[in-house]
């Protein structure tokens, strides 16, 4: 594919901060976006500001339904030439706090949708012999952090995932990525971001003060569905401020 060739990009999660804003940048580029969620509202909302976009709704922790959803994709456009994973939750709680159903559903909504989506979408990218995947970690799964037990074991799956993906269908030209970011300024975010006292916090644990915007991650994620990083596989990228790797010199 001709790194000036537009592609047809289906983003899961496309109602999220990170999901939203992937799809802008991929619409200011040319390509033809197309997005699902179960938040309708998101969706009539995105659409409205964005009516280029071609939504569908699905819950993606629905294996029979996210198929389905591919299937009527492929019927429209044909092909898929990259698929970005934006689903996921925070759940931050120690082990002994989390009850069983809680543990059901971060593991659901995280690593198990993210196996539903990769079984649907290589499905059909196998047949292309090309394509890219992207999953979302966090760094979490990378370092230490108190209380994320649940949510690093889960994002953790989705790397390990990742890893083996990227070796399955290395051979029929299809590339598999995750990136893994710290705490972002999404809606998903909100109970954080919201208060002060909490925001601060987190700003102070990251070496660089501050916290990521979806943008940020957005951009990183864009190229790795493009052409121009059609030599990258496997790969676990880490956009946290330096949490996960430096300890910053303290101000005296």
């Given at each position: 594919m001709n790194i000036s060739e537009h592609k047809t990009v289906v983003i899961g999660g496309i109602t999220g901060g990170i999901g939203s804003a992937l799809a802008e940048q991929l619409c200011r580029t040319g390509d033809r976006v197309v997005g699902f969620a179960r938040n309708t509202p998101g969706l009539e909302a995105l659409q409205a500001r964005h009516p280029e976009i071609e939504i569908h709704s699905?819950?993606?922790?629905d294996p029979e339904a996210l198929s389905s959803c591919f299937e009527q994709i492929i019927a429209t456009h044909g092909q898929i030439d990259a698929y970005a994973h934006a689903i996921g939750s925070i759940f931050i709680k120690p082990a002994h706090l989390t009850?069983?159903?809680?543990?059901?559903?971060?593991v659901l909504t995280n690593l198990s949708s993210a196996f539903y989506a990769l079984r649907a979408a290589t499905k059909h990218m196998s047949r292309q012999s090309r394509g890219s995947c992207l999953f979302f970690s966090t760094a979490a799964a990378q370092v230490g952090i108190a209380n994320h037990e649940a949510i690093a074991a889960a994002k953790g799956g989705i790397e390990a995932m990742?890893?083996?993906a990227a070796a399955t269908y290395a051979p029929?030209?299809?590339r598999i990525n995750a990136i893994a970011p710290s705490l972002t300024d999404t809606p998903l975010a909100g109970p954080m971001?919201?208060?002060?006292?909490?925001?601060?916090?987190?700003k102070?644990?990251?070496p660089l003060g501050d916290i990521a915007r979806p943008d940020d991650i957005a951009n990183?994620?864009?190229?790795?569905?493009?052409?121009s990083a059609r030599f990258v596989t496997g790969q676990v990228f880490t956009i946290d401020g330096g949490i996960s790797t430096i300890v910053p010199k303290p101000k005296i």
């Open positions: 699905c819950d993606a922790t009850s069983t159903e809680d543990w059901h559903h971060t990742v890893r083996s029929r030209g299809l971001t919201s208060n002060p006292k909490m925001l601060e916090i987190s102070r644990m990251h990183l994620a864009e190229w790795l569905l493009s052409a």
